[in-house]
């Protein structure tokens, strides 16, 4: 394993790639977590600074120890959440042989109101098509979709046997060229490839943006290389999918009916252009409060005079989005949708560790709604009153032991990213 400082390089991980060993300075940190870098990417800005943080996250954890708040959660025992061009081949795989395991298991979900949902990882489909108002509304959208996402994580650990943790996608590393990058090229090591040309898929409109419309990048019909080559895609799509016509329509208007279907995709570097690291790194540091960092996550108000104005949470959506991720209700129903938002989980993390005195437990009051699908819900309330309750797939929680990093939900949230 190549940790920090250190010159022994993994194999697997080195095998057919080139590139020099970057040199990153040794901190108090380094010695508590395994920190293993692909040397083809060189640490981008937002690398940089999350590195630069983590030893005020050590800080602030030695202080919860010291208090003893951490719910027996240290930097030493805390899972490492990892890029995926990090992760050796042979993680990758293990991944997404996961993931197809899920899709193998049955649903745990009540399937006389979901004949769509065919498996296991059909309930988090489940949970989010008829709960998106909900899930992104301004209370939600961080505290509940790291919920989501950690519990996702753990039906891959416990019921497929997955040995890693979720990794996110770091957009900036694939955003030139998404076609070839180790996420969706396609290969056996890969999330999946690109869809067959589609002519009738247009794009992502953006009512309110200059330009208003993520174009088609020439994809849009059905996958077919890479480890979700033979996925049945079934519930959805919704009214709100932006899948285009070839899309067959769902049985039931709700889109809860079963419409077996292959998974369809159109890799996007109008999309992914929109979240290079420059972008987040405004993000994090130029975010005084929630509401900036919450406004300019969602694009509002438009950016003028950005070929790629759709904001860092709409861009992540469409890295390769068609149906059913195009879709804003049945988007979970393609595996890339975990990368995203737990790529989303860590800029807020990396965002919160900047002063987590201040920044845990503030949420955004939602002045701003989130072009260009939905009328989001404002809500205002104490956010300490407020319960995440994700129903069918785990047991509710408060929303701000969501918030807390690093021993929250009785310590149950103990992990870092790398
Ligand atoms: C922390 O660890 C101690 C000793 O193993 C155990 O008794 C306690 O229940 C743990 N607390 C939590 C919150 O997991
Ligand atoms: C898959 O593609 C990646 C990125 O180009 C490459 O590093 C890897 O060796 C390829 N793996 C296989 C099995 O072809
Ligand atoms: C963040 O912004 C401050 C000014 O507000 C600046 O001094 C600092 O260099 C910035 N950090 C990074 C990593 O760009
Ligand atoms: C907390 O929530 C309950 C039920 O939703 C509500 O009745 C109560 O007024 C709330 N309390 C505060 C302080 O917001
Ligand atoms: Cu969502």
Redesign the pocket.
């Known amino acids: 394993m190549w940790t920090i400082g250190s010159a022994l390089l993994l194999p697997s991980l080195l095998?057919?790639?080139q590139g020099a060993a970057i040199e990153v300075p040794r901190s108090a940190y380094s010695s508590k977590i395994e920190v293993i870098r692909n040397p083809v990417y060189p640490l981008d800005v937002v690398d940089q600074l999350e590195e630069a943080t983590m030893p005020k996250v050590d800080e602030w954890v030695a202080q919860k120890i010291a208090a003893n708040t951490n719910n027996n959660c240290t930097l030493e025992n805390a899972a490492v959440r990892r890029e995926w061009s990090d992760l050796s081949?042979e993680q990758r795989i293990e991944y997404t042989t996961a993931v197809k395991c899920l899709m193998n298991l049955p649903p745990t979900v009540d399937t006389t109101r979901f004949p769509g949902a065919l498996s296991r990882y059909d309930d988090f489909v489940a949970f989010h098509m008829t709960h998106a108002m909900q899930l992104h509304d301004n209370f939600h959208l961080f505290g509940a979709h790291k919920y989501y996402v950690w519990l996702f994580e753990k039906a891959l650990r416990e019921e497929c046997g997955y040995t890693g943790y979720q990794p996110y996608m770091n957009y900036d590393r694939y955003a030139e060229d998404p076609f070839?990058?180790?996420l969706l090229?396609g290969?056996?090591?890969?999330l999946g490839g690109n869809g067959q040309p589609e002519p009738s898929y247009r794009g992502v409109p953006q009512p309110g943006r200059t330009p208003n419309i993520i174009k088609s990048g020439g994809g849009g019909g059905c996958v077919t290389e890479g480890p979700f080559s033979d996925m049945v895609v079934s519930l959805g799509p919704t009214s709100m999918s932006m899948g285009g016509s070839s899309v067959p329509k769902n049985p039931k208007a709700d889109g809860s009916g079963k419409n077996p279907r292959c998974l369809r995709r159109d890799v996007n570097r109008d999309a992914t252009m929109g979240a290079k690291a420059d972008r987040a790194l405004h993000l994090i540091n130029n975010s005084k409060d929630i509401d900036a960092f919450y406004n300019e996550l969602l694009g509002t108000p438009p950016p003028r005079n950005d070929p790629y104005p759709w904001g860092i949470h709409t861009a992540g959506h469409y890295v390769a989005a068609v149906d059913p991720g195009g879709d804003p209700m049945t988007s979970p129903g393609d595996p890339l949708f975990y990368f995203h938002h737990t790529a989303l989980d860590r800029l807020w993390w990396i965002w919160q560790m900047q002063d987590p005195e201040k920044r845990l437990n503030v949420v955004p009051s939602g002045g701003m709604p989130m072009p260009p699908m939905m009328n989001l819900e404002r809500r205002a309330e104490d956010p300490s009153n407020v319960t995440v309750d994700l129903e069918w797939l785990g047991p509710p929680i408060k929303l701000l032991e969501a918030h807390e990093q690093l021993g929250g939900n009785n310590g149950l949230f103990c992990y870092v990213y790398v």
């Open positions: 095998a057919g790639v081949e070839n990058s180790p090229n290969n056996a090591s890969s």
